[in-house]
Structures are given as C-alpha cells and as structure tokens.
C-alpha cells in the first residue's frame, strides 16, 4: 500500500478516536484531498444512514466515518 502521510495518519487517529465531544468523527473533519486518499486506500468508510437530516452543509459532510480493517492495520503497522 505505500507509505502514508502525517496529515492521512493524523486522520486515522482521529477516526479511531471515538470520544469526541461533538460525537463520533464525521467525514467533513477530514480534508477532502486526505478523505478522497483514504476512502480510495479503503482505510476508512462512511456509516451508511447517519447523514443528518438538517444540515447547514452538505449532508455527505455530517456522516459518521469509521476504520476499517486495512485502516486499524496501518495504524498498527501490522502486516495486512
């Protein structure tokens, strides 16, 4: 998979954190050019159905963002 950023590791971080206290991370937290590096990787994915209903911004913006395996194994630096 190639090395990865600070700014893409500092995301994981982020993501895997889930203490926050505006909730649990959301997509719209992180940068869209590290977003669009990390979904493609697939080492994060979006929660389907947590978009909120109001939103000032775009809904897509709100969802609930989680690690997936490949992503909980880069933090680590485990093997995948």
């Not at 869209?32 to 911004?57: D, H, N």
């Amino acid at each position: 998979m190639g090395k990865l950023t600070e700014p893409q590791m500092h995301a994981l971080r982020m993501v895997e954190r889930r203490d926050w206290p505006a909730g649990e991370p959301r997509i719209g937290w992180i940068s869209s050019s590290t977003r669009r590096v990390l979904l493609g990787k697939g080492l994060i994915q979006t929660r389907p159905g947590t978009a909120k209903k109001r939103a000032a911004f775009t809904p897509y913006a709100t969802e609930i963002v989680d690690l997936t395996d490949a992503g909980r194994q880069a933090l680590t630096g485990e093997p995948g």
